[in-house]
């Protein structure tokens, strides 16, 4: 079945990085588009960045020029490079793939990042 399984989240001060990391399993990854999402306490899921199969990428207002996402397709792995964090950043990110073949979504269990101040 499909799984998608999120890490790398945890606690970091304002200034600091992260890279989280989503391995996929169960569908042909390549052909999936990639999002990384979150939810911050109080507020709506957000979409951060997203990854189409060929490459391209888009990313909230909030998070460019700091997070960069990428997609490694021989380790069905999608990543999220987060630097420069701030306190607003603190969230549960979760992963979140399409695949076309099913016309349907699936969702990780997320990681939680908390950014200090």
């Known amino acids: 079945q499909v799984q998608l399984v999120e890490s790398g989240g945890g606690l970091v001060q304002s200034g600091g990085s992260l890279r989280l990391s989503c391995v996929a399993s169960?569908?042909?990854?390549?052909?999936?588009?990639m999002t990384w999402y979150r939810r911050a306490p109080g507020k709506e899921r957000e979409l951060v960045a997203d990854?189409?199969?060929?490459?391209?990428?888009n990313y909230a207002d909030s998070v460019k020029g700091r997070f960069t996402i990428s997609r490694d397709n021989a380790k069905n792995t999608v990543y999220l490079q987060m630097t420069s964090l701030k306190p607003e950043d603190t969230a549960v990110y979760y992963c979140?793939?399409?695949?076309?073949?099913?016309?349907?979504?699936?969702w990780g269990q997320g990681t939680q990042v908390t950014v200090s101040s």
């Open positions: 990854i189409t199969p060929t490459g391209g990428t």
């Open positions: 169960g569908f042909t990854f390549s052909n999936a588009d």
């Open positions: 979140r793939a399409y695949i076309i073949a099913f016309m349907r979504f699936y």
